[in-house]
């Protein structure tokens, strides 16, 4: 069975450090990977995809893939207490169609 | 953009009664959608896929003839629940995919309490 395995936290930093979130993931041909932001009572939201190995920035985020180990992960630099969240790992299956494979999500929790 | 828009945001109902969400797809056509029900504190539990035109698929576990799927269109999957109890009381999220895209794009969830 395909998994996505992620630490559920919570992970706790304090405001303006570096709050590094990681995933692993089971199916060695996956080849797409997502990162998606929940805020409590609300819906999953996107905020990072990433295909190709190595790092893909965008503002403070930064996720980082390595196929051979097969391990995601996000980096949020400067982090504020409104990126209090559970973030969410997730993988797409190489079926077209079908259901992103998500991890339980790790909840972070950014004090000032 | 991708916006879904999943309507209503909350609903509570009577015990026995049914319940119908809709989802919609606002600037594509949603080949996929997707429903997931999540408990508080929980991880969210895919519940079916559904697709245009054809019957949805259900995950094992869950009640087809309870969670009415209907994708009656690209842009359009409609979720009932039927003969509701309050077990049933959670937040359900629907997410639909382009065509040939993998993200999910996810609408903004109802909250369901059934008394």
């Known amino acids: 069975q395909k998994e996505v395995e992620q630490n559920s936290g919570p992970l706790s930093v304090p405001e303006g450090a570096i709050a590094s979130l990681n995933c692993t993931y089971s199916d060695r041909g996956s080849q797409s990977f997502f990162w998606y932001r929940q805020y409590s009572g609300k819906s999953p939201e996107l905020i990072m995809s990433?295909?190709?190995?190595g790092d893909k920035e965008d503002g403070r985020f930064t996720a980082q893939l390595n196929k051979a180990s097969q391990y995601v992960s996000l980096l949020i630099r400067d982090s504020q207490p409104s990126d209090s969240a559970t973030y969410l790992c997730a993988v797409a299956p190489n079926q077209a169609g079908t259901a992103l494979i998500f991890g339980k999500g790790t909840t972070l929790s950014v004090s000032s | 953009g991708a916006v879904v828009s999943q309507h209503p945001s909350r609903v509570i109902c009577k015990s026995g009664t049914s319940v119908k969400i809709e989802c919609r797809s606002l600037?594509?056509?949603?080949?996929?959608m997707f429903w997931y029900r999540q408990f508080p504190k929980q991880s969210l539990m895919l519940m079916a896929t559904?697709?245009?035109?054809?019957?949805?698929?259900?995950e094992q576990g869950v009640e087809k003839d309870k969670f009415l799927i209907n994708h009656a269109s690209l842009t359009l999957s409609t979720l009932t629940v039927t003969s509701a109890h309050p077990e049933d009381s959670s937040f359900y999220i629907c997410?639909?995919?382009?065509?040939?895209?993998?993200?999910?794009?996810f609408g903004q969830g109802t909250r369901l309490t059934v008394v």
């Open positions: 990433i295909y190709s190995n």
């Open positions: 600037d594509f056509q949603a080949t996929t």
């Open positions: 997410s639909a995919q382009k065509q040939g895209v993998e993200e999910a794009f």
């Open positions: 559904s697709n245009e035109g054809s019957k949805a698929t259900y």
